[in-house]
């Protein structure tokens, strides 16, 4: 989440970091006066029943990160919802603008990862490297649901990178393995409908379960793939990359047949067509217009 301060007279670049001088994972002075208000949104967060687990500054100017305790799915993306609006709300009582923008500031990306895990966890490998990463471009769709969102995500930036690839304790691949049974999914940011992208996410996953058990192409990578030559990818089976773009991602969720039919009926469909709908709206404003339209939106 990045906390924006505005500034009326500059249409087109009307924000500005809630602070100048920033540090991750600690505070600057900067920072430290900023602390009353971030406590009253933690504080608000614990007498609403939402347990945050830790809160930190991240590496962008005014950003900062929110760490919710482990739920049930629908559980958990109600608490996210119900959540995320309460610092808005707050900030906004500051005359501040909360927002999830995926690139706010050049250099800065803000992303909505996710923990997973299975109980048991003995077929981890089979949900996510046999589902998940399998039906990941269809899924970027609703991972990473507009144009913005694939600016995002590079390579060598700790942002998932590129490559469809899984890795233990790998922060360069959009699949990373935390431990036996929890993964974290890296290619989401907060503009997409978690409710969608999470059930894609589990409809994938169980489409492996239903499989017999395979060994998987894909291997555990311990490297940067970017930084890998041809044969060092191809020896972890990394032949492919993340849709590049929306555009991409849509077709992907197009022609994965299996994983729509693995989720509501007619939900696949009725969501390219509101995505269609959705890009040529805001294909019609301005770059700086759109940027302004989507940061006060989400």
Not at 190 to 206: I, R
Request: glycine residues 6%; contains cysteine; hydrophobic residues 45%.
């Amino acid at each position: 989440m990045t906390f924006l301060k505005r500034d009326a007279t500059k249409i087109d670049q009307p924000y500005i970091p809630l602070t100048q001088t920033h540090a991750w994972s600690t505070l600057t002075p900067d920072q430290w006066l900023q602390a009353p208000f971030l406590a009253e949104i933690v504080t608000s967060l614990s007498d609403m029943g939402i347990e945050v687990q830790q809160f930190h500054s991240e590496s962008g100017q005014g950003q900062y990160e929110f760490v919710l305790a482990p739920q049930p799915p629908l559980l958990a993306v109600d608490s996210l919802i119900q959540a995320r609006q309460v610092i808005s709300q707050i900030a906004a009582l500051h005359d501040l603008r909360a927002t999830l923008y995926p690139e706010p500031f050049s250099g800065i990306g803000t992303a909505a990862h996710v923990h997973i895990s299975l109980d048991p966890p003995d077929q981890d490998l089979q949900f996510f490297v046999g589902g998940v990463l399998n039906h990941l471009p269809a899924i970027c769709a609703f991972a990473m649901p507009e144009e913005v969102s694939y600016e995002r995500v590079v390579d060598n930036s700790w942002t998932g990178g590129r490559w469809i690839a899984w890795g233990t304790q790998n922060r360069e691949v959009p699949l990373r393995r935390v431990t036996h049974g929890r993964w974290e999914i890296r290619c989401l940011d907060g503009l997409a409908n978690m409710y969608f992208a999470l059930a894609a996410v589990l409809a994938a996953g169980s489409l492996a379960l239903k499989s017999p058990l395979q060994d998987y192409p894909q291997k555990d990578v311990p490297y940067n793939p970017s930084q890998l030559d041809e044969a060092g990818k191809a020896s972890y089976g990394i032949v492919q990359k993340l849709p590049a773009s929306l555009t991409e991602a849509m077709n992907a969720l197009a022609a994965d047949v299996p994983l729509a039919g693995a989720m509501a009926e007619g939900l696949v469909k009725n969501f390219l067509a509101m995505k269609e709908s959705e890009q040529r709206m805001l294909g019609e404003m301005r770059v700086a217009e759109r940027r302004v339209w989507l940061i006060e939106r989400y």
